[in-house]
Nanobody, 128 residues
Framework: QVQLVESGGGLVQAGGGLRLSCAVT?????????MAWFRQAPGAGRELVAAISRSTSNTNYGDSVKGRFTISRDNDKNTVYLQMNNLKPEDTAVYSCAADVNAILHTIPSDSGAYDYWGQGTQVTVSS
């Protein structure tokens, strides 16, 4: 059974930063997966925040976070990270990580339907 466990959410003031982590088990699932972070604010649809390919050579970001957020992965720790800087109140949402375990090496699916496994989500709240 593939499991994704997020951590690192919380309350932060506008302009501050947070780092989210998502640990994936078992190890083989992580190495095979493109990984992504999505978010969903109350009353809004799910939005791609950032994604990274299996090979780490390719990344993709939502327009609203470009230049502020950075996605990375540590294949030795089976963990994907989302470093969020210069946070804004409109970044407030539940952030979930997702894994596409059938991803081709350099591809980054942007459609949430392509992702097979999801974490439980972690709340990020940015106060003004």
């Amino acid at each position: 059974q593939v499991q994704l466990v997020e951590s690192g959410g919380g309350l932060v003031q506008a302009g501050g930063g947070l780092r989210l982590s998502c640990a994936v088990t078992p190890r083989y699932a992580f190495s095979r997966s493109a990984m992504a972070w999505f978010r969903q604010a109350p009353g809004a649809g799910r939005e791609l925040v950032a994604a990274i390919s299996r090979s780490t050579s390719n990344t993709n970001y939502g327009d609203s976070v470009k230049g502020r957020f950075t996605i990375s992965r540590d294949n030795d720790k089976n963990t994907v990270y989302l470093q969020m800087n210069n946070l804004k109140p409109e970044d407030t949402a539940v952030y979930s990580c997702a894994a596409d375990v059938n991803a081709i090496l350099h591809t980054i699916p942007s459609d949430s339907g392509a992702y097979d496994y999801w974490g439980q989500g972690t709340q990020v709240t940015v106060s003004s």
